[in-house]
């Protein structure tokens, strides 16, 4: 298929004059346009530095009735702008490959169309929260969720690994058009965590820090007080294993044994 | 835009110190910075959507959630 172009898909990460990549600004700076859905000011002004054609995204919501249409505006807009410029670069907010369906759906788009699109990873709020709250997911592994979806679904939570909800924010939401924390989503959430967790079982806020200049906010509560929380559209909710792993003997012994074999074999 | 706001929170960005700094006298390095009592209550009470609006002049900002929320219908 004939090459007609590039499209690179970048993020900012959280705290843009901190988490951006060198790869993702190098591709900001040697786009001929960059379009952008960057919510921080001292981010656009990075990108500005980097490159003065860019083109704003963010009125797409303002054109469109919901989440859901904006999207497909942006989408339409960036394929409509690689026809004629030989690189094209989108920038969003994080990682662009977490909770952005419009990065996906670019790359998938420009592909299907003989243009060569690539997504560079970023600095995600999950990668934040590891750092903040001392997690490691290597330890016990960790369920991570987008809290509506959770909810909504029947989904079989493992309590022996930490569970990761995201977008408390907008708990509740079901077309793409509410921007709160539905209040009796929040209580049905807290019955469904209340059926494999005790409720004396702590749960954390999470919100990543967006300036240098503050902390993040980090807030514990044990779960039969889920619905004090202050949510805002920048919280995560994190909650903790509550149950150890009990090893498979059967495939210890097993593995062992054939270890021990291909040892006694040398 | 406030050029001075801006000045403060991308030195602090760029400059571990001042953050350190900032915590132990957050108003004598404001002032340093020349904010005015608007921008330095904004900054102490954590208010991001303050911050963003004196910042931009240009762009009407999403905010951060309306961008992250995933759906497959594309």
């Known amino acids: ?32 346009h960059v379009f952008h859905l960057v919510p921080d000011p001292l981010g656009l002004s990075l990108l500005k530095s980097l490159n003065s054609n860019l083109h704003y995204l963010g009125d797409c919501y303002a054109l469109t009735t ?23 670069c989108v920038v969003f907010y994080g990682h662009p490959g977490i909770f952005v369906s419009p990065s996906h759906a670019l790359i998938q788009q420009a592909k299907e169309q003989g243009y060569v699109a690539q997504m560079l990873p970023g600095i995600s709020a999950e990668d934040c929260l590891f ?11 960790c369920q991570s969720y987008e809290a509506s979806y959770f909810l909504l679904n029947q989904v079989t939570c493992n309590v022996q690994a930490p569970l990761i909800l995201w977008q408390l924010g907008v708990l509740g939401d079901f077309a793409g058009e509410r ?11 807290q019955q469904k965590l209340g059926k494999v967790y005790p409720p ?8 990543a820090a967006t300036l240098s200049l503050y902390e993040p906010r980090i807030e514990t509560l044990p779960l039969a007080k889920l619905t004090e929380f202050n949510f805002s559209q920048r919280s995560t909710l994190f909650i903790p294993a509550c149950s150890d792993v009990v090893r498979d003997e059967s495939i210890y012994l097993e593995l062992k044994k054939h270890q021990l074999k291909e040892l006694n074999n040398v | 835009m406030s050029d001075n706001l801006k ?30 009592k608007e921008e330095q209550t904004m900054v102490a009470n954590q208010d991001l959507d303050g911050i963003n609006k004196a910042l931009n002049d240009e762009y009407d900002l999403a905010p951060n959630s309306i961008i992250r929320v995933n759906k497959k219908q594309l």
Not at chain 2, 10 to 31: A, I
């Open chain 1, 200 to 207: 004396q079982h702590p749960v954390t806020l999470y919100e």
């Open chain 1, 131 to 141: 750092s903040d709250l001392g997690i490691d997911p290597a330890s016990a592994g």
């Open chain 1, 1 to 32: 298929m004939e090459n007609k172009g590039y499209l690179y898909v970048v993020g900012t990460g959280l705290n843009t004059l901190n988490h951006i990549t060198q790869e993702a600004k190098r591709h900001i700076a040697q786009s001929e």
């Open chain 2, 7 to 36: 000045r403060f929170l991308v030195d602090v960005t760029e400059n571990p110190d001042l953050k350190d700094q900032y915590k132990k006298d957050k108003t004598g390095l404001m002032d340093q910075y020349n904010l005015t």
């Open chain 1, 179 to 189: 921007l709160t924390c539905d209040p009796k989503a929040l209580e049905l959430l």
């Open chain 1, 66 to 88: 919901d989440r859901i249409a904006a999207y497909q505006l942006m989408v339409k807009r960036v394929m409509t702008q690689l026809t004629t410029a030989h690189k094209v």
